[in-house]
């Protein structure tokens, strides 16, 4: 019991910690777009993009706390969450969609580039996150955190297991609150006389 409350409370805290350095991104039209994509089994290409971010943090927090390691986390999100940001169904097969594992990566970011200001390490990030599979080698550490946590997500979506559902829940709720879709209330709109 303590230990779930633990849990819980990490998890709201990375969401949080997520959402502040991602706001930009999860607040716009063009990155809420991913939703109409599915990425893995039942899993859409925004809430992929959501757990990568999660894990890449992670990751983050341990090289920090335990190695010494800096990481620039804004960079790290932004880049996460813009790793998959091609924008198509790449299950629908067609001509300008062949390869699409090789191919993405450059057209995410194209993407990126035309609707958000990147910085060098966001733009490294996604366009070297299938690191190996595209023989391009990733030049910061933020690249190959994404680049693991990417494999692990993809790798736990493809065999449904549950690594994502809280912080992406807590993210959809921030951007519900944000939209004014969401409201608490007082109990004070009306009074019965
Ligand atoms: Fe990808
Ligand atoms: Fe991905």
Redesign the pocket.
């Known amino acids: 019991m303590a230990l779930r409350f633990a849990k819980r409370i990490t998890e709201y805290r990375l969401a949080k910690d997520l959402f502040t350095r991602g706001k930009e991104i999860i607040l716009s039209p063009e990155a809420q777009d991913m939703k109409n994509y599915i990425?893995h089994g039942e899993t859409t290409v925004f809430e992929?993009c959501v757990a990568?971010a999660k894990y890449s943090l992670l990751m983050a927090y341990f090289l920090e706390r335990t190695l010494k390691i800096n990481v620039d986390k804004d960079s790290l999100v932004r880049g996460a969450l813009l790793?998959?940001y091609f924008l198509y169904d790449w299950h629908i097969k067609d001509q300008s969609r062949r390869f699409h594992g090789f191919r993405h990566p450059g057209i995410a970011k194209r993407n990126a580039d035309r609707d958000f200001d990147l910085n060098d390490i966001e733009k490294d990030i996604i366009s070297k996150?299938m690191f190996p599979l595209t023989p391009f080698l990733p030049m910061h550490r933020e690249s190959y955190i994404v680049s693991i946590a990417?494999k692990w997500?993809?790798l736990a979506e493809t065999f449904k297991i549950d690594v994502s559902s809280y912080i992406i829940y807590r993210i959809n709720f921030r951007i519900a609150l944000a939209n004014g879709e969401y409201s608490i209330d007082y109990g004070e709109t009306a009074i019965e006389v």
């Open positions: 990425q992929h990568v790793h998959d996150h990417d997500c993809a």
